[in-house]
């Protein structure tokens, strides 16, 4: 094994595209190696998250953000290859919490710096929460990864058959758990909610009438239940971006909502493990805080009041006990989630007084759920060698997809960086890297604002 793969030294790199992402990245990093804190890097791009965005989603790594700690360096596709190829600081574990496209754009540009056995890094990725669309894409597209994590039981089963149904090797899935699972159990009181929480998504629902709506009724349950305090909780300020576009923000249509909102309802910012700690229920559409709150054994509403379709991603929740209404929320349903849904999602609820009790699969979640990914990859590193990445596709299995693919992150059919896009600003003057910075940030900003503001003006005008 190379010297850099000893445990004292051992080098992990974590590419996210979002908050979210590099949430699930930076946290899945602790949990394959927790002696050893990641390097953190941001591809840039439209959802580059802010520096606002990386304090609140409270990842405590030495390349996260806080006290002491380095911020993720933003740095293209390319510039990234050029970061962990072979005659720079060896980088022995490289997680990928990119969207589909940018994963298999790595992992070509990977296959053309390692093209025969060698020692590199093992590549490793994964979903961030729930998946709901886009199954098939979204998988092979991250094929070719040494590992391909899996959320829970039922997720590892779905991966594998489409791997085997395409005739591609499965053998990468490995069943994990969501990394952020935990948090204090859910104590309850006497049976009714004090503190009612609707996690919003930002684009499920996507029409600016379906959330208004939505806004509309969580502001309704707060004046039917003056007892209670409603807190909407936000994904994002105007401007920025999380992994989905959000055309309308909910701090928007709150200046709209006829009556606004009353003073037991209110919009909050924040870290979702926080915000769940006094939470007494959860409601949201599909949101992965549903999972996050299921663990801590909290009702969880799932709403079908838009109906159960496969866009909102709430059918994803068929089984659970969570489905349900505002309606039967205002009269003072607490949902109880079914156990054996839940250990199949790997979401068993902590031990407490809000755990799921009843069913022995309850309490069936493995002793350590990282276990076997962590089995795996040590079973890896410690190779002299490794094969080179065999993603699914190739120029000869996707010859009118992968290309396109490839070169929406400046490489060439052959995973090689195109001409220029390599370069780096290290070579620049100070000046000039503050200056190519803030002409990036002014892009983002003018590309956000047609977004959320042009863009559904120009819709309506249409319409006329």
Known sequence: MPASSSRGDRRIAVLADSDTRWKWGALTARRLAPDHRPTGYLLRGRATPTARQLDEVGVETGAGTGAGATAPTEVTCAEFLAEIAPGRDR???????????????????????WPDPAARPVFVTGYVGVVYEKLADGLLLRHGADLVLANSRHDAGRFRAVYEGVGADPDAVTET????????????????????????????????????????????????????????????????????????????????????????????YGNMGE????????????????????????????????????????????????????????????????????????????????AARGSSTAAAEPVDPFGAARARLAELLGREQLPPLAPYYTPATAPGYLPGILARHHLAPDGTPLSGAARRDAGRSPARRWLRAHLREAARGAYRHGVQRVAPVIRRLGEL
Request: charged share 20%; with cysteine.
């Open 91 to 113: 980088h022995d574990v490289v997680v990928l919490a990119l969207v589909g496209g940018a994963v298999q754009a790595v992992l070509h540009g990977a296959r053309a710096l």
């Open 177 to 268: 758990v969501l990394p952020f699972l935990g948090g204090a159990p859910h104590v309850p009181g006497a049976g009714r909610a004090r503190t009612v929480v609707f996690a919003v998504q930002p684009s499920v629902p996507e029409s600016r009438a379906d959330r208004a709506y939505l806004l509309a009724r969580a502001a309704g349950h707060a004046r039917r239940h003056p007892d209670r305090q409603v807190a909407v909780k936000l994904r994002s300020r105007p401007g920025e971006h999380t992994t989905h576009l959000e055309e309308h923000p909910y701090q928007r249509l709150a200046a709209h909502l006829p009556g606004g909102l009353p003073a037991n309802c209110r919009l909050v």
């Open 275 to 354: 915000v769940l700690d006094g939470a007494d229920l959860l409601v949201t559409v599909s949101s992965t805080a549903a999972l996050e709150s299921l663990h801590r054994g909290i009702p969880t509403a799932v709403l079908t009041d838009l109906g159960v379709r496969e866009a909102l991603g709430n059918h994803h929740f068929l089984g659970s006990g969570c489905l349900t209404s505002w309606d039967r929320l205002d009269e003072g349903l607490l949902p109880r989630a079914n156990p054996d849904w839940l250990a199949d999602q790997g979401v068993a609820p902590i031990a407490g007084p809000g």
